[in-house]
């Protein structure tokens, strides 16, 4: 009985730790998607930003021309 009370015990240990290692895994990933989202947030503002006043460009020339 004591052998399989060890094993028990044993088995839990390891279980525990994979589910702890797996969790920090798991949030770091979520962090790391996270700033991805971010980033590709900012860099389509930041396109649109610099991409309206050429939009404005080509509309006044189109109507300059017209």
Do not use: H
Not at 32 to 38: L, P
Not at 51 to 63: I, R, T
Request: aromatic share 8%.
């Amino acid at each position: 009985m004591w052998m399989i009370d060890c094993t028990r015990q044993l088995a839990n240990i390891i279980i525990n730790k994979v589910a702890t290692m797996s969790e920090k895994f798991n949030r770091k990933n979520c962090r790391q998607y996270d700033a991805i989202v971010t980033e590709i947030r900012s860099a389509a503002v930041l396109t649109f930003v610099l991409v309206e006043p050429q939009d404005y460009v080509d509309v006044l020339k189109s109507l300059s021309l017209g």
